[in-house]
């Protein structure tokens, strides 16, 4: 819920730390693989699981996650079974925060409130939904929080001052700030240009700001981590995944999600000392 989002930033921000979110492809390779995937991205020093749910249209994927969902999706995988998935991992683990990033079209074809509702009963803590724009995200954010579910937006690098100030009043646990103008996994990251765009995101916003798209590896994840709340890390991820068997894949992600890890804690150890 919306409480263990909370106290992730929180546990991680007076430890001096930056809290760390591996995006996967649920379903890819396969449902039972995905389960083990998510236990060793936990076991890795992960501090929230963002899980994305198939979808045959994506607008903001690049090629390396519209891979995976189509993989996922040959599969059968669908909305009905991620929530499945997520409630069996709330079994095993009460506390790691789990955020579902997907699209409007399996939320509509499951019904808006009958999502909010098995979302809650799965344990979900937040939502993003990549073509629900704030301008239209009202009723929606609003069953998301009767449900102690954070309704997460994107933020980009176009966005005017307005739109943000819209998503101000709507969001809750995180806002996610991409970082490129383009879809996951492309173009060149500038540091420089990401500093000051949080800067004036924050100028409106207080929630923590997590930075995603094109942080491909423990370099770029520190160089972002100087400046935000949280490193969304996902393509690179998904191509460990890919590379290689089945099942290896779980050790693998877990042991690049673990380099990233340790990335961050030396710098920010360094950053203290």
């Known amino acids: 819920m919306t409480a263990r989002i909370d106290a992730a930033f929180q546990r991680q921000r007076a430890a001096g730390r930056t809290v760390l979110i591996p995006y996967i492809a649920a379903g890819d390779p396969s449902l039972a693989m995905t389960v083990d995937i998510v236990d060793a991205l936990v076991d890795a020093g992960a501090d929230i699981i963002e899980l994305g749910v198939p979808f045959s249209d994506p607008m903001a994927d690049g090629p390396v996650v519209q891979r995976a969902a189509e993989r996922a999706l040959a599969q059968h995988v669908g909305l009905a079974d991620v929530l499945a998935l997520v409630a069996a991992f709330r079994r095993r683990d009460a506390k790691t925060p789990i955020v579902l990033m997907g699209y409007a079209n399996p939320v509509e074809a499951m019904g808006v409130v009958a999502f909010a509702d098995r979302a809650r009963a799965a344990g979900v803590d937040g939502v993003i939904i990549v073509d629900y724009p704030p301008e239209e995200a009202s009723e929606f954010a609003a069953l998301l929080r009767e449900r102690d579910i954070a309704p997460i937006f994107l933020i980009a690098p176009t966005t005017p001052d307005a739109r943000i100030e819209r998503i101000a009043k709507l969001a809750a646990g995180f806002v996610y700030y991409v970082s490129l103008k383009g879809v996951t996994g492309a173009g060149h990251l500038d540091t420089g240009t990401v500093a000051r765009k949080l800067d004036a995101i924050r100028r409106h916003i207080a929630l923590p700001i997590g930075v995603g798209f094109g942080i491909r590896d423990a370099q770029s994840a520190c160089a972002i981590a100087a400046h935000a709340d949280a490193v969304v890390i996902g393509s690179r991820l998904i191509v460990e995944i890919e590379t290689g068997t ?28």
């Open 246 to 273: 089945a099942s290896d894949a779980a050790r693998r992600a877990g042991a690049f999600v673990g380099s990233i890890r340790r990335a961050l804690d030396a710098r920010e150890a360094q950053c203290v000392a």
